[in-house]
Nanobody, 118 residues
């Protein structure tokens, strides 16, 4: 059974760092593109970062140079290292994976809250 579980969220001061993890059990992990999204009441859902099978990455302009997405195909883990955090980074962060096996091959985690505040 596919299950995506995020961890690492919490409260951090502006300028601080936080590392998010997503454990993707039950997936054909290496075939997937893995993403981090974030959602806020005001901005809706935003794609923060994406990493493809070959390791190529894509970032939202708002986080370029500060966030780094990575993946471990052996451990079936995806990570988001967040540095130089800003209050506007506060959001619920969601792990997402999508593979090549059909429209239903698409999975979401439950989300983890990140709050950047002094």
């Amino acid at each position: 059974q596919v299950q995506l579980v995020e961890s690492g969220g919490g409260l951090v001061q502006p300028g601080g760092s936080l590392s998010l993890s997503c454990e993707a059990s039950g997936t054909r992990f290496s075939f997937y593109v893995w993403d981090w999204y974030r959602r806020t009441p005001g901005n809706g859902r935003e794609l923060v970062a994406s990493i493809a099978r070959g390791g190529s990455t894509t970032y939202a302009d708002s986080v370029k140079g500060r966030f780094t997405i990575s993946r471990d195909d052996v451990k079936k883990m995806v990570y988001l290292q967040m540095n130089s955090l800003k209050p506007e980074d506060s959001a619920a962060y969601y792990c997402h994976g999508h593979g090549p096996f059909g429209p239903s091959d698409d999975y979401w985690g439950q989300g983890t809250q990140v709050t950047v505040s002094s």
